[in-house]
Structures are given as structure tokens and as C-alpha cells.
């Protein structure tokens, strides 16, 4: 039998668990190769050769004959951006050079780039306040209003195409709710109920629980 196009490098409770998510969205060929975070595989040479980070997760990509040598991506985020790409005829991205690709991009990166470092900042305090000109993210409350104003249009936050960034800035907050770090308003709560309604996260959750 082939190997699937994509392995994804997972642990259960992680952030590869965002990642497996979007394969299932874009209905990929994947599979998982399976980490024990407490026993440190993450940490082996033959890993850290795939993530000089030693982080999960990382998805290499055999390409679509299966003839791709040494192809990797890593962060998260990166890698439903590139799933996203590669899998274009699964809808989770507008296409490059169309207007819906800007509001794509912004919400891309917010997740990462704004609300991930905000969470980590009330999560963990710094023993000193950092000058907040000096932060390119405000605090976490700020970031998520941004999120529920956007949501007005919704339901997602492209307005009617559910994409890549849904995966990204929601399975983020969909994390913070479970922690009890937020605090939704009506349009969050019911942008997070539609969520986890979606087959394929239902699928991600159950797939990257533990090895069938
Ligand atoms: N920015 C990275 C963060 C990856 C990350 O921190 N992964 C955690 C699991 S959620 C990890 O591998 N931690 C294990 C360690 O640092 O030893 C991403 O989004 O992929």
C-alpha cells in the first residue's frame, strides 16, 4: 500500500492536534507518526534533523507521487497555511490574487502573531511589565474583541467561507475556553459552538486522542 501523501508528527493535547484538524478539513491523505511527549521522542536526533526546535508539530510532505525528498513544514499555523495552499480545491483558502485574500492573511498571522503571545502574557506575567509600544500585540482581552467584532459578519471570520484562519485563531481560543482563560461574548460563544460542531474537528479530537 502507498504511503499518504502528508505525515503529520503528533502528540495527543498538543498543538499538532490544530494541525490534524485542517487535514481533516481539507479531507488530506495523512498520517500520524506519534510522539510521547514524557518520554521526550520530540527530542530525538532524528526528530530535532525534521524541527531543530524540538517541538511539536512538524508535517513532512511526500509530495503528490510520493516522490518528495526532505520536504518539512513546522508551526503550526505554517502548516495549515500550506496545507491550505497545496490543497486549494478544498476551499480553506481564497485564492492568492482575489480580494478575500487580505482579510485571510491578517487573520492568518493574528492568531500566532497577536492572540497566541497575548494569552501567554496573562497566562504568565512577566516579574516586569514590558512597555506595550515595545509588544506587537496588545493584552489578550483587546485581541479577542477584535475577534468578536469581526464575528458581527460572521458566521466565520471571512463572513461565509469557513478557511484555514477558523482553524488557527479558533482552535487557539477553543483551547482558552477549555483553560477558563476567556471570557466570550455572544458572537465568540456561538463562533466557538460551531466549532466544535464541525465533523472534522470532532474527527481531529477523537483521531489524535491516542494511537488506534
Ligand atoms: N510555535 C510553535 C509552538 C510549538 C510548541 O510549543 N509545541 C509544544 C506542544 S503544544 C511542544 O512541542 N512542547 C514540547 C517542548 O517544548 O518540549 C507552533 O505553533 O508549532
Known sequence: MAEPRFLLHHAPKTRSTVSLWLLEEAGADYG???HDAAAGTHKSAGYLALNPAGK???LVDHGPAGDWKGVVVTESAAICAYVADTLHESNLAPPVGTPGRAAYAFWMTY????IEPALSDMAFPRAKEAPSTALGWPSFP???ERVETA????PWLLGAQFTAADIT????????????????GPNLA???TAIEAR????AAIRKGAAPA
Open 111 to 114: 492568531g500566532p502573531g497577536v
Open 169 to 184: 485563531v479558533g482552535g487557539l481560543l477553543a483551547y482558552a475556553a477549555q483553560w477558563g482563560m476567556l471570557q466570550p
Open 151 to 154: 464575528l458581527s459578519a460572521g
Open 56 to 58: 511539536l508539530p512538524a
Open 32 to 34: 500520524l507518526y506519534w
Open 142 to 144: 483587546e485581541a479577542v
Open 199 to 202: 465533523p472534522a474537528r470532532q
Open 190 to 192: 456561538r463562533y466557538l
